[in-house]
């Protein structure tokens, strides 16, 4: 494509010799740095053709944040992700790309939702804009003592990492009681509502990681330190199982005596909510 004209004038015979100035012809990929700072080079394609996204090392950064991945529209609703030097064809028009950060939280730090970091992913492993990263445990303020729930629920609530939030949403459609479960799932904390009640192994990483570095304000005096999970004893479903949070040495040893304490369901215990984002 013709974009202007050079000229060279001959000031003896007085002609004029212009000199055509070309463009490439194609479509571009621009890269949109969406909140951090430096660039990248856009890449031209011709139509129809396919090329690879550069990686995005240290070009494009953004202070406290980790760049994830690359997305049609800057919030990422309703758009197309592409990871880190994907293909991309183009074939009618071009196409703007927005980097997507996901924030730095440290344990210990205070959460969106007004709590404690307790747990977080590696960040430096993901690749491609996850579901969660961090868990955050509700403020003192939110605490509760309840009941885990009726007798003989007929829910079998998995114990991981990361299945608290399912097993709460099990356990309050299977019941109308007031209890733990409903407790959590019924808070409004520094406006999010997405609270729910730890399965067994996040309330171990919220003892180690905050009780045990004295953060959180658990009470570790009434109800033996104890804390209900959102996992239930499967072969026997009148028991769930509690987290002892005043063991004195939160030994690997003394990590799984707390975590195999089931009690009754009946019981009051305490409760401390979390979310994870």
Request: proline letters at 4%.
């Amino acid at each position: 494509m013709v974009t202007a004209w050079d000229f060279d004038t001959d000031t003896v015979s007085g002609h004029m010799t212009l000199y055509a100035k070309w463009a490439a012809t194609g479509l571009y990929v621009y890269f949109d740095a969406n909140g951090g700072s430096g660039s990248l080079d856009p890449i031209l394609f011709a139509t129809g053709e396919t090329k690879e996204l550069p990686f995005n090392n240290t070009q494009i950064t953004r202070e406290g944040y980790k760049f994830i991945s690359w997305n049609t529209v800057p919030d990422r609703v309703g758009g197309t992700e592409y990871r880190q030097q994907a293909n991309v064809t183009l074939t009618s028009s071009n196409l703007t790309l927005y980097a997507q950060w996901v924030k730095r939280y440290d344990i210990g730090d205070t959460g969106p939702g007004g709590g404690l970091v307790f747990y977080g992913k590696d960040l430096d492993t993901i690749w491609s804009y996850p579901e969660w990263v961090y868990m955050e445990a509700a403020p003192a303020g939110t605490q509760s003592v309840e009941k885990w729930g009726p007798w003989y629920l007929d829910v079998s609530a998995p114990i991981d990492l990361g299945k608290g939030l399912e097993n709460t949403q099990t356990l309050v459609a299977s019941s109308t009681d007031t209890d733990a479960a409903h407790h959590c799932a019924n808070l409004s904390s520094g406006g999010y509502s997405d609270w729910f009640l730890p399965s067994r192994t996040e309330l171990i990483w919220m003892a180690e990681n905050l009780h045990k570095n004295g953060l959180g304000n658990f009470n570790d005096t009434d109800y033996s330190g104890a804390y209900w999970s959102s996992s239930i004893r499967s072969e026997d479903k009148r028991y769930a199982y509690i987290v002892i949070f005043n063991l004195s040495i939160y030994t690997d040893e003394n990590i799984l005596a707390s975590a195999l304490n089931p009690q009754p369901n009946g019981n009051d215990y305490q409760v401390r909510a979390a979310r994870r984002f």
